[in-house]
Each structure stands twice: as structure tokens, then as C-alpha cells.
């Protein structure tokens, strides 16, 4: 079983696709939301797949259908989003692993290099600088994660 990487798009990009989405009515061809976003299909497939990922859409033989998880989701306004987010991230093996590690910590926080090795050794992510990146991304939108890049740390809310 292939375990697919935290998505590498940002946050924002995912919520405008489900919000089109959600103006076709649910379900639209790929070519056509590409098109009526002005975007390229290699530029919109990682969107895709990140939304798809966490279960926010389905891909099926072209289009792209909203899930019940992902109307959800645009129900409930910003805060409540990432709340949802939030308890969607905790269900994905990467997280559930992030927290457990810095919460065996005495403080409850790490530094963005003691995530980065972290990521190497446990989750065998390759390029585990740009990983952790994406990590803080999304773990701060999901109100998981707290980045203090001054102090180069990273806590648990």
C-alpha cells in the first residue's frame, strides 16, 4: 500500500476548487473547471489530489464529484473549516504520528529540525525539509499546530 505524502498545495487553492466545485452543483468535467478557473490541468491536478486526499472530492472517470464530507466542510465557515480540517488531519497516519511525537515531549513542542528528522526517520519522507513545510501548513490551518519561526518552534494547540 502506497502512503501518499501530506498534500503539497496550499490551503486556499483546495477551498476555491471545492467552492467551484460546489457552484457546478457537485460534479463537473476536470477540462471544464480547469478552463472556467483559468487554470492548467497540470497546475489543477495536484488541487485535486490534496482535496481528494482528504476526502473532500471524488475523481471518477473524468469529473470530479463534492462528498458529503466535503459539503460539509463548506458549511461550516472559516473558523468551523478549519476545525474540520483539523479533526480530518488527525485521522491521516502523518499527524496522529506528529502529535504523539511532540506530545512525548516535556514542553510539548519541537524545533522545525527535530520535525525534520523526525520525518526522515519515522515517515521516510525523502525530501523531509519541504515536507515539514507542508506540515506546518496545513497542521496551522487545522488548528493543530502552532509555528513560532523566532524562536524555530513548533507546538501543539
Known sequence: MIQMSIPRVHYSRVIGLLEALEDF???VDVAKIADDLSLELD???PV???AEFLGFLRAESGDILLTDEGSKFLSDGTRGRKKHLGNRLITL???KKLIEFVSQKEEKEITKEELSNFLTEELHEIDSDVASEWMIEWGRHGLLLRYNSK???IKLL
Open 43 to 45: 497546475d489543477l491536478l
Open 93 to 95: 497516519d502523518q499527524f
Open 25 to 27: 452543483g457537485g460534479k
Open 151 to 153: 524562536e524555530d518552534k
Open 48 to 50: 485535486i489530489e490534496a
